[in-house]
């Protein structure tokens, strides 16, 4: 889930072959993510997004956001078909297949877009946020969750700095933009309402485990020795069945503007 500077050669290319080959990787790692209450990712990033009026499923992947949002009109949106053909399997619907650039949607329609690790990386940013803008009814709301740094506690911050030692750090194309939103979000016509961090962990458990955990990460370009090393400290790790960091971030946005 992160990149290697996100220097690809063409990031849309990179990250389309990415989740043709490794369709649901974001699901089967953050759906086995728990917190010390046994919360996992995707039941955090649902809680500001209320329990009733259309929901729109921005990027919505292999679809782990759909079980949590049955009970209201749903629309699941992204990119890939092998993400998408996941989605239907487990029985979300509607599916379309679109870019988050044009929303196949009416305006001023959806009362929440959920977004799951997909703001960070999604290109261009800009018209995305103002077609989300478009979309939202008047006192709807936007939840994302993208990666965050921290928090990572005091063993956690070791694994990770293992892993960030192989892979060099771990950036997404839109990083800049997301470290102080306001900006970003206020063009689009968005208020940001809370922005909050959380720290989940994922057990290395066996080899499976630490490999989809690598498996998991955009890597453009970065050299097989490199991978290779990272792999086998998570698989290093793994054979002491030690816990793996994932700190996330959750933003609530709204339409409005920021107060001065
Ligand atoms: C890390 S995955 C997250 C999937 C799912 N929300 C989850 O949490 O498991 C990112 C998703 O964003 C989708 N995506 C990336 N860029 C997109 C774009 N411009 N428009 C629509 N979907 C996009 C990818 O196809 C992928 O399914």
């Known amino acids: 889930m992160a990149t290697e500077g996100a220097r690809s050669e063409d990031w849309a290319g990179y990250l389309e072959r990415f989740h043709q080959q490794r369709a649901g990787i974001t699901e089967t790692v953050l759906s086995r993510c728990v917190d010390r209450h046994g919360l996992d990712p995707y039941q955090w990033a649902v809680q500001p997004a209320g329990r009733a009026g259309p929901v729109l499923d921005l990027a919505c992947g292999s679809g782990p956001l759909w079980p949590h949002l049955t009970a209201r009109p749903y629309l699941g949106i992204d990119r890939s078909a092998s993400e998408l053909s996941l989605a239907a399997a487990r029985g979300a619907r509607p599916l379309v297949g679109a870019d988050a650039t044009a929303l196949p949607v009416a305006d001023s329609t959806v009362t929440v877009v959920v977004c799951a690790m997909a703001l960070m990386i999604m290109k261009p940013l800009a018209?995305?946020?103002?077609?989300?803008?478009?979309?939202?009814?008047?006192?709807?709301?936007?939840?994302?969750?993208?990666?965050?740094?921290?928090?990572?506690?005091?063993p956690g911050a070791l694994v990770a700095a293992g892993l960030v030692a192989a892979t060099g750090p771990l950036r997404y194309p839109n990083d800049a933009a997301l470290a102080d939103p306001t900006e970003a979000f206020g063009r689009a016509g968005l208020?940001?309402?809370?922005?909050?961090?959380?720290?989940?962990?994922?057990?290395?458990?066996?080899?499976?485990?630490?490999?989809?955990?690598?498996?998991?990460?955009?890597?453009?370009?970065?050299?097989?020795?490199?991978?290779?090393?990272?792999?086998?400290?998570?698989?290093?790790?793994?054979?002491?069945?030690?816990?793996a960091p994932v700190p996330l971030r959750r933003l609530v946005v709204t339409p409005g503007h920021q107060p001065a």
């Open 191 to 243: 208020r940001i309402i809370a922005d909050d961090t959380h720290r989940f962990g994922y057990r290395l458990t066996g080899t499976a485990r630490a490999d989809a955990l690598l498996d998991s990460l955009y890597l453009p370009g970065l050299p097989r020795r490199r991978v290779q090393a990272a792999r086998a400290w998570l698989r290093a790790l793994a054979t002491v069945g030690a816990t």
């Open 127 to 154: 018209p995305i946020l103002t077609e989300i803008a478009r979309v939202l009814r008047s006192g709807g709301r936007l939840v994302a969750l993208v990666p965050a740094n921290r928090p990572l506690g005091a």
